[in-house]
């Protein structure tokens, strides 16, 4: 899979930054909106804004240690050593000129080549493949768990602090750029600045759960059915080995833990995971 080439390295750093810059200020928003702004004001007993403050704090830890494992696991194919004679189900990259292992594939942006590549993330700045893939799908299920409740404390609150959330041009308008800016000029403090970053995480949040819940769902599409975005349109079925062995294949013997907290490589498998049909190719 290539991507298109007008993707020149000053519009992939700015687009890096963008996605990095729209993380981390979508998730301590969320952290800080719903923990000392929204909690407090939507609940009275101490003990309902302590067990959702420690809920959405592991919700917290599980994304971010997702996403700092995710890149710290590059999936690109380095292997230090030029194979001349390699096995038949090796492919020549004529951008690295080099043979590589089965299921790997070149991203133009990363300018390599990755195992088992899934897609390019502007989050992750790299591309997901063999080696963090394990640490996206647990990361997209958390972004979305994350992000459809602040969305859901977030209406609440605004509900009771700004303008209701009923069918009414008043109230749609209320929530758009028009509708803060003459709100705050002419109904003299119906809006404070606390409500309008709480309106702009809304849609920040908007676009990130269910962007996120839509990529989780479509990995473990993926995943139940053995298969990378390109095996699926190209309609290739032989990596597919059943459900566990493909979940296995990409998390792990213990794979369910994942999904509990993130783990660094190697201590639930003593073995690097390997894509299907690579046995002869040593990760080096
Ligand atoms: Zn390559
Ligand atoms: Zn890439």
């Given at each position: 899979m290539t991507q298109?080439?007008?993707?020149?390295?000053?519009?992939?750093?700015?687009?890096?930054?963008?996605?990095?810059?729209?993380?981390?200020?979508?998730?301590?928003?969320?952290?800080?909106?719903?923990?000392?702004?929204?909690?407090?004001?939507?609940?009275?007993?101490?003990?309902?804004?302590?067990?959702?403050?420690?809920?959405?704090?592991?919700?917290?830890?599980?994304?971010?240690?997702?996403?700092?494992?995710g890149?710290?696991?590059?999936s690109?194919?380095?292997?230090?050593?030029?194979?001349?004679?390699?096995?038949?189900?090796?492919?020549?990259?004529?951008?690295?000129?080099?043979?590589?292992?089965?299921?790997?594939h070149?991203c133009e942006i990363c300018?390599?080549?990755i195992?088992k590549r899934d897609h390019h993330c502007f989050f992750f700045?790299q591309c997901v493949g063999?080696?963090n893939q394990?640490?996206f799908i647990?990361?997209t299920?958390?972004?979305?768990?994350?992000?459809?409740?602040?969305?859901?404390?977030?209406?609440?609150?605004?509900?009771?602090?700004?303008?209701?959330?009923?069918?009414?041009?008043?109230?749609?308008?209320?929530?758009?750029?028009?509708?803060?800016?003459?709100?705050?000029?002419?109904?003299?403090?119906?809006?404070?600045?606390?409500?309008?970053?709480?309106?702009?995480?809304?849609?920040?949040?908007?676009?990130?759960?269910?962007?996120?819940?839509?990529l989780?769902?479509a990995q473990?599409?993926l995943?139940?059915?053995?298969q990378t975005p390109y095996e699926y349109h190209?309609?290739?079925?032989?990596?597919?080995?059943?459900?566990?062995?493909?979940?296995?294949?990409?998390?792990?013997?213990?794979?369910?833990?994942?999904?509990?907290?993130?783990?660094?490589?190697?201590?639930?498998?003593?073995?690097?995971?390997?894509?299907?049909?690579?046995?002869?190719?040593?990760?080096?």
């Amino acid at each position: 899979m290539t991507q298109p080439s007008f993707l020149n390295g000053k519009k992939v750093a700015f687009i890096h930054i963008v996605g990095v810059a729209y993380f981390f200020l979508a998730t301590f928003g969320v952290v800080y909106s719903c923990i000392f702004i929204a909690y407090p004001v939507l609940y009275i007993e101490p003990k309902d804004i302590q067990w959702r403050s420690i809920c959405l704090i592991y919700v917290f830890i599980n994304i971010i240690g997702n996403y700092f494992l995710g890149i710290l696991n590059k999936s690109n194919y380095a292997p230090g050593i030029q194979v001349t004679d390699p096995p038949k189900s090796w492919k020549f990259c004529s951008v690295c000129d080099r043979y590589c292992p089965p299921r790997t594939h070149h991203c133009e942006i990363c300018k390599a080549c990755i195992l088992k590549r899934d897609h390019h993330c502007f989050f992750f700045c790299q591309c997901v493949g063999l080696r963090n893939q394990r640490y996206f799908i647990p990361y997209t299920l958390y972004v979305a768990l994350g992000s459809l409740h602040a969305m859901y404390i977030l209406t609440a609150y605004l509900n009771m602090k700004y303008v209701t959330f009923k069918f009414s041009i008043y109230a749609i308008l209320s929530y758009t750029l028009p509708g803060i800016v003459y709100n705050w000029v002419y109904t003299y403090g119906n809006i404070t600045l606390t409500t309008a970053s709480c309106i702009l995480l809304l849609y920040l949040l908007f676009s990130a759960g269910f962007g996120s819940l839509f990529l989780f769902l479509a990995q473990c599409f993926l995943l139940v059915r053995g298969q990378t975005p390109y095996e699926y349109h190209k309609n290739i079925h032989i990596f597919n080995h059943g459900v566990v062995t493909n979940l296995t294949q990409v998390f792990g013997r213990f794979w369910f833990l994942h999904f509990l907290i993130p783990f660094p490589p190697n201590i639930l498998s003593k073995q690097s995971i390997l894509p299907c049909g690579t046995s002869n190719y040593k990760d080096v």
